[in-house]
C-alpha cells in the first residue's frame, strides 16, 4: 500500500518572524509599526500584536506542569474549584442556616458567613451549621477580628462534639487588619496586627485546613487597581503578614498554610489570566525566601498560594444592569482558566439593590454552566503553552514583582498603609482611570458608550444596596468597626477610596431623568450621506449618555427645512450633522437662524473651520477626542436650569 501521509511542514517552507513583520508593515502603508500596533497596556509593559513560538524561549512559565513548585501552572492536577456564595448571619442564625442549606442543594461547594462578634456563642455557631456536612463543603466566616480566635475554638469545639476530623476540614475565618486600616481608616501598632493574625492561627492549629489569614486585595480591585498593581499589593500583603506570624514562633509552612488571597477579577479577560498564573508564580517564590534546614519540603507544599476570586464591582453598572452578567460571565471564566480555588460571582444588581433571590440564582448558575456544560473544570491550565498568554503571565509578573520590590524598599505594606502612601497611590489610580472612563478611553457598554436610550433607572435604586458583600459592609460591620480593638479618631488613616467606573455618568443621567423636562436633541442631517450618517449616529450616543432624548433623521434638504422640524418636535438641542467641508457653509447659516434663541447649538465634529466658526460663536463642538462627561454636564447646566 502507498503511503499517503502529508508533511506540512514540508510543503510549506517556515516563515521567518521578520519576513511575517514585512508583510504587516507593507499593510500598513507606511505607518508606524510600534505607534499602530503595538498596545502599550495600563500595567506598564508593551504588548505585541503577534507572537510566534520563538517567544516562548527563556519563559519561566513553561518549565512546570500543574501540581509542581513554583505552580505556575495551578496548585492541582485537577481544575476541580469551588463555587462559592455568601450569606449575611449577622442578625440570624436560623435564618441563615436555612439559606445555607437551601443553596447547597443548589450547587454551592463553598458557603461564606458574615458574623456579629456580639452574636457569637456556642449555640450559635451549632444552629448555624445545623445540617451542613462540614467535611463535604469550604465553609467561611468574616468577623472582627477581636473575635476571630474566639470563633477559632468555638468552631474546633462544634466540629469535636459532631464527631469530625478536623484535620480534613476546609474553610476560612479572613483575619485581615491591614484591610480594617484601609476600608475604616482603622489606626493599629505593627504589634497590634500582629498579635490578631497570630492570635488566631494558633486558635486554629486544629483546623490545619482552615486558611484564617487573609489578604483581601478585592478591595483594591473595586477601587479601579490594574491586575499588576493589585498583585504587586497582594504579595506585599502576604509577605507582610508572613514576616509577622514567623516573629511570632509561627513555623513557616504554617504560616503560608494560614494564608489566603482574596482578589478580585477584573474585565481584561487575558490579563487576568494571566494576573493569577503569575501570582502563583512569584507566591511561590516569595515563600521559599523563608526556607531553613527543618521545614523544606513542608514548605515548599505550602508555597502554594490559595485564590478565592470575585468579580469586580468596579465596572458593574446600575443602568443596563444586566449587562453585568456579560462583565461577570468572561471574569468568571477568566478566574476559572487561571486554576484559581474558588470564585464568588457578585450578582448583577447589587448596585441598585440588595441582591433578590434570582439575582443570586442566576450567579451560582453562572459558575455551574461553565462546569456542566463548558466543561472548564475539566482541563488545567488551557493557558499553557499559548504564545501570547505565557508572555503576558511573564510580563505580569515582572512588572509585579517591580512594584513588589519598590514596595518592600519603601518599608513593606504595612508602613505604607500606616502612611497612607497606599490609599494616596489607589486614590490616584482611580482618579486617572475615571478620567479614562469620561473620555472613553476606557469603554463601559451601557454608561459611556452605547447605552439604552430609553431607560430609566431611578425608581429601581434601594437604599441598602451593595449591602453585605463577602467583606461584609452591612450594618452590623459599622458596630465593629468602632469594637475598640485598635481604632483610633485622633489617629485615623485615610481610607481606601472606592467607587465605580460608571458612578459619574449614572448621577448625571438620573439628574436628567430627576429634571421637569427630559431635554430633546434632535440630529439636522444635511450635505454628505455617509458623513451624516456616522455624525448623527455618534451623536446620538454621545447625548443618549446624559440621558437625553434623541431624535433622528433621515436628511434635510436645506438648514431651513432642518430648524423647522426640530421645533416642530420641539428640540432643547440642535445638532448639525455633515463633512467637515460642508461646515464651513452650513453651521454659519444654522447659527445665524438660532442666534439668540432658546435651542443649544452642537456641531458634530472638530472641523478645519472650529477656529472660525468659534470666532461667530459656535462654542459647542462634539467629536472623538471630547471629555465626554465633562462636555455633558456644561449641557445639562444650560439645559436642566431651564
Not at 19 to 31: E, F, N, P, R, T
Not at 522 to 536: E, K, P, Q, V, W
Request: aromatic share 8%; glycine share 6%.
Amino acid at each position: 500500500m502507498a503511503d499517503n501521509k502529508v508533511n506540512m511542514l514540508a510543503d510549506f517552507a517556515p516563515v521567518s518572524t521578520q519576513v511575517w513583520k514585512d508583510k504587516i508593515i507593507a499593510d500598513l502603508k507606511g505607518a508606524d509599526f510600534d505607534k499602530k500596533l503595538v498596545w502599550r497596556t495600563p500595567e506598564g509593559f508593551n504588548v505585541q500584536p503577534f507572537y510566534r513560538r520563538e517567544d516562548l524561549k527563556g519563559l519561566k512559565t513553561t518549565v512546570s506542569a500543574p501540581g509542581q513548585f513554583p505552580y505556575v501552572r495551578g496548585t492541582r492536577t485537577n481544575n476541580e474549584w469551588a463555587i462559592r456564595q455568601n450569606i449575611c448571619a449577622c442578625k440570624n442564625a436560623r435564618k441563615a442556616n436555612e439559606k445555607a442549606l437551601e443553596v447547597l442543594n443548589k450547587g454551592i461547594t463553598s458557603l461564606g458567613f458574615c458574623l456579629d462578634k456580639d452574636k457569637l456563642t456556642y449555640n450559635f455557631i451549632k444552629t448555624l451549621l445545623n445540617g451542613v456536612y462540614a467535611p463535604a463543603v469550604a465553609i467561611n466566616f468574616s468577623i472582627c477580628a477581636c473575635a476571630a480566635p474566639k470563633l477559632a475554638n468555638t468552631l474546633v469545639r462544634y466540629y469535636g462534639r459532631m464527631g469530625y476530623d478536623t484535620k480534613g476540614l476546609v474553610g476560612s475565618i479572613n483575619v485581615d487588619p491591614i484591610k480594617n486600616m484601609l476600608l475604616k481608616g482603622k489606626a493599629l501598632t505593627r504589634e497590634q496586627v500582629s498579635e490578631k493574625i497570630a492570635e488566631t492561627v494558633k486558635a486554629a492549629k486544629s483546623l490545619p485546613g482552615y486558611r484564617v489569614v487573609g489578604v483581601n486585595s478585592v478591595i483594591l480591585n473595586n477601587s479601579g487597581a490594574y491586575a499588576a498593581q493589585e498583585l504587586a499589593y497582594a504579595l506585599a500583603w502576604g509577605a507582610e503578614y508572613m514576616t509577622m506570624m514567623t516573629e511570632a514562633g509561627i513555623p513557616n509552612y504554617r504560616a503560608a498554610n494560614a494564608i489566603r488571597f482574596n482578589m478580585g477579577i477584573g474585565g481584561n479577560y487575558f490579563m487576568e489570566i494571566a494576573k493569577f498564573r503569575a501570582g502563583r508564580l512569584l507566591w511561590a517564590k516569595i515563600v521559599e525566601a523563608y526556607k531553613d534546614p527543618i521545614f523544606t519540603t513542608a514548605l515548599r507544599n505550602a508555597a502554594k498560594m490559595n485564590v478565592s476570586a470575585e468579580t469586580s464591582r468596579f465596572n458593574m453598572t446600575i443602568f443596563d444592569a444586566y449587562v453585568n452578567l456579560l462583565r461577570s460571565q468572561t471574569e468568571t471564566m477568566s478566574a476559572a482558566l487561571a486554576g484559581v480555588d474558588e470564585i464568588t460571582v457578585t450578582p448583577f444588581d447589587i448596585t441598585y439593590e440588595r441582591p433578590t433571590d434570582f439575582s443570586k440564582r442566576i450567579a451560582r448558575n453562572q459558575q455551574l454552566l461553565l462546569k456542566e456544560e463548558a466543561h472548564f473544570d475539566k482541563v488545567v491550565d488551557p493557558a499553557a503553552g499559548s504564545y501570547y498568554l505565557e508572555n503576558l503571565t511573564a510580563s505580569i509578573a515582572a512588572e509585579a514583582w517591580k512594584q513588589f520590590l519598590d514596595i518592600q524598599e519603601r518599608g513593606g505594606m504595612y508602613q505604607l498603609v500606616s502612611e497612607g502612601k497606599v490609599q494616596e497611590h489607589m486614590a490616584a489610580n482611580l482618579k486617572a482611570r475615571l478620567a479614562d472612563v469620561a473620555k472613553r478611553k476606557e469603554v463601559l457598554l451601557g454608561s459611556n458608550q452605547f447605552p439604552n436610550f430609553a431607560e430609566k433607572a431611578g425608581k429601581k435604586i434601594k437604599a441598602d444596596a451593595g449591602a453585605c458583600s463577602s467583606i461584609c459592609t452591612c450594618k452590623t460591620d459599622k458596630k465593629q468597626a468602632a469594637c475598640g480593638c485598635g481604632s483610633s479618631c485622633e489617629n485615623a488613616l485615610p481610607t481606601l477610596p472606592v467607587a465605580r467606573a460608571a458612578e459619574e455618568f449614572e448621577q448625571l443621567r438620573l439628574e436628567t431623568e430627576g429634571a421637569k423636562k427630559q431635554p430633546v436633541a434632535f440630529m439636522l442631517t444635511i450635505g454628505n450621506l455617509a458623513m451624516r450618517i456616522a455624525r448623527a449616529q455618534f451623536s446620538c450616543n454621545f447625548l443618549a449618555c446624559a440621558g437625553y432624548k434623541v431624535i433622528d433623521n433621515n436628511g434635510f434638504a436645506t438648514i431651513a427645512e432642518g430648524i423647522k422640524a426640530a421645533r416642530k418636535a420641539k428640540a432643547d438641542i440642535i445638532v448639525l450633522c455633515s463633512s467637515d467641508d460642508e461646515y464651513a457653509d452650513l453651521a454659519p447659516k444654522a447659527w445665524k437662524k438660532l442666534q439668540g434663541k432658546k435651542e443649544l447649538f452642537i456641531v458634530a465634529g472638530a472641523p478645519a473651520c472650529m477656529e472660525d466658526l468659534q470666532k461667530l460663536g459656535i462654542t459647542n463642538f462634539i467629536h472623538v477626542r471630547c471629555n465626554v462627561l465633562e462636555t455633558l454636564k456644561s449641557f445639562n447646566q444650560q439645559l436642566l436650569k431651564k
